[in-house]
């Protein structure tokens, strides 16, 4: 199985950055994603990390240490529409996804 | 293109009574998911396919059943539903199982047992 750590809230200023940690500890490790979901909605594909290093993508970038059994999303100059739950995700040897209980960011004016 | 379709949206359904959640997806992608969500505990994986034919228990599989008899469909079964089974369920799925390959999420259901 899979325990996937991540903080519960975070907030943070418009135009700042924000950095979302996550630490995992599995059985197997075949990739590590994170999700984006808005209330009432579901969840949306940010990011796939299966080799050490960060992955950049416009504002957004995602670092993965897999001797650590960590990662980060880093948000860049934060936009209101950035308000939402932020869901690392990792998969296993039989290819299941486990995913954290989710890091609630809420951006401010 | 729909995507991934989830019907009904949302169910009020007595405890003891029988109910299946659908699925459907127009991608033709192998592999398909249902989770369940809950505040605080995050997405569990309840049942999967890795393709057409094949289903696998995941997380927490007591209590529902699926079946995967083609590509698009992958219906969720809650047999006998008790209160606990009050959730947000999601279905999902990706072109494979493996590599890079994000897995796309339907709207949800939102369930009430009563």
């Known amino acids: 199985g899979q325990n996937i750590d991540q903080p519960t809230e975070m907030t943070a200023t418009e135009g700042a950055i924000v950095q979302i940690n996550c630490t995992y500890q599995?059985?197997?490790?075949?990739?590590l994603f994170w999700y984006q979901q808005h209330a009432g909605e579901a969840p949306t594909f940010l990011s796939y990390?299966?080799?050490?290093g960060l992955e950049e993508k416009g504002r957004f970038s995602s670092f993965l240490s897999r001797s650590k059994g960590y990662s980060y999303l880093l948000l860049k100059e934060l936009q209101m529409k950035d308000s939402a739950s932020y869901l690392c995700?990792?998969?296993?040897?039989?290819?299941?996804?486990?995913f954290g209980a989710g890091t609630t960011v809420t951006v401010r004016a | 293109t729909a995507g991934i379709t989830q019907a009904p949206t949302s169910q009020i359904l007595a405890a003891g009574r029988s109910m299946t959640l659908r699925c459907t997806q127009d991608?033709?992608?192998?592999?398909m998911y249902w989770y369940r969500q809950d505040l605080g505990l995050g997405l569990r994986l309840i049942h999967y396919s890795n393709t057409a034919g094949t289903t696998g228990k995941g997380e927490v599989p007591d209590g529902y059943s699926v079946s995967r008899a083609n590509t698009d469909d992958f219906p969720l079964t809650l047999a006998s539903a008790v209160p606990s089974q009050t959730s947000v369920y999601f279905c999902a799925s990706s072109v494979e199982a493996g590599g890079p390959n994000e897995q796309f999420f339907g709207p949800g259901t939102r369930l009430t047992v009563l």
């Open positions: 599995t059985s197997g490790f075949n990739g």
């Open positions: 990390n299966v080799l050490d």
């Open positions: 995700a990792v998969r296993d040897g039989d290819y299941k996804l486990s």
């Open positions: 991608m033709r992608h192998n592999a």
